[in-house]
């Protein structure tokens, strides 16, 4: 089921606190894309409730950050960075790791504002959400399904600032991020590349995996069987897994086989479905790498040529919240 709903017209107030919003950031024109609306009087989802300047740490020259309140069946939170020069940019979006199954309060996985700083570029629209549990987001962990929604709705709510070049989204994603990357290739329209970097590819292939490869990720299996049973082939496995036939844009696949967290082989499995649907991807297997491949180099230029050959500006490769 698609994550965007239909909503009713109103909420003239809301569009007025979000033109007023823009201003602040900085930008000159009408926004790229109009967020969903709501009855007056209550919010909606992709509404930006707040946007805050951070000027502790130094970011690119020409390029403000900002600490951004938005509503996704909530309260939720996300950095931003953003050139400052009037103009519509190509959008990151940035997507940490976290837990797969829902469950517990406090996560220890989420962006700073100095990451968020360090990783900002001139030429680049990035926002960085950090889903409901976890970081400045309040509320309880969701999984997969509920981090999609949390980044979806961000995603609207940045493009509702009127940066961001709504025909230009990229996604990068590590960990569980992979996974939400990958299911919001299958929602977002625009999308024009994704890497997945140690992905998390959903439920059916991570379980099979398992179940034929001996992996200290079996704790993992264990509580998506816990929760979701143990017959892969179910519906409630379905639901939960990226939905290769609505991907359109080019995948890269990055992953490590000394990853104990996800099994390399599971990667692979889903990398042979896409091959299969005849889309666009390709995988990277390194012999040495573990989980978020931090001290192979080799992945990082892979990962920053990807995103050049398929139309962004320079990415900087940090802030892998894996």
Not at 11 to 22: E, N, Q, R
Not at 197 to 202: A, D, I, L, T
């Amino acid at each position: 089921m698609s994550i965007a709903t239909r909503c009713s017209r109103g909420a003239t107030l809301c569009v007025v606190l979000t033109a007023l919003l823009a201003m602040a950031f900085g930008l000159a024109g009408c926004a790229s894309r109009r967020p969903e609306s709501a009855p007056p009087g209550r919010h909606y989802n992709g509404e930006v409730i707040a946007l805050r300047q951070i000027t502790r740490y130094p970011v690119a020259v020409g390029v403000r950050l900002f600490e951004l309140t938005y509503w996704s069946d909530g309260i939720a939170r996300a950095w931003v960075s953003a050139p400052i020069r009037p103009g519509h940019y190509p959008l990151l979006i940035r997507l940490h790791g976290g837990y797969v199954v829902p469950g517990g309060t406090d996560a220890p996985l989420a962006y700073t504002a100095r990451g968020a700083a360090y990783t900002s570029e001139a030429d680049l629209v990035q926002v960085y959400p950090d889903y409901h549990g976890y970081g400045d987001s309040p509320g309880g962990i969701e999984g997969a399904a509920g981090d999609t929604r949390d980044a979806y709705y961000a995603v609207r709510a940045v493009e509702s600032l009127g940066k961001v070049d709504a025909h230009r989204l990229y996604l990068l994603g590590f960990s569980l991020g992979g996974d939400v990357a990958l299911k919001l290739a299958a929602e977002l329209p625009d999308v024009q590349a994704v890497v997945a970097v140690s992905p998390f590819v959903g439920p059916t292939d991570f379980v099979a995996a398992l179940s034929t490869y001996a992996s200290s990720a079996s704790l993992g299996g264990q509580r998506i069987v816990s929760d979701w049973g143990s017959n892969i082939h179910s519906r409630a496995y379905r639901r939960q897994d990226p939905d290769i036939a609505a991907i359109t844009a080019p995948v890269l696949l990055l992953q490590g086989q000394q990853d104990y967290s996800v099994p390399w082989q599971s990667v692979q499995l889903f990398y042979q479905q896409m091959k299969a649907a005849k889309k666009a991807v390709v995988l990277h297997l390194y012999p040495n790498g573990g989980h978020g491949l931090k001290g192979v180099p080799a992945a990082w230029v892979a990962l920053e040529q990807w995103f050049v050959d398929h139309g962004a500006p320079h990415v900087a490769t940090g802030a892998g919240v894996g």
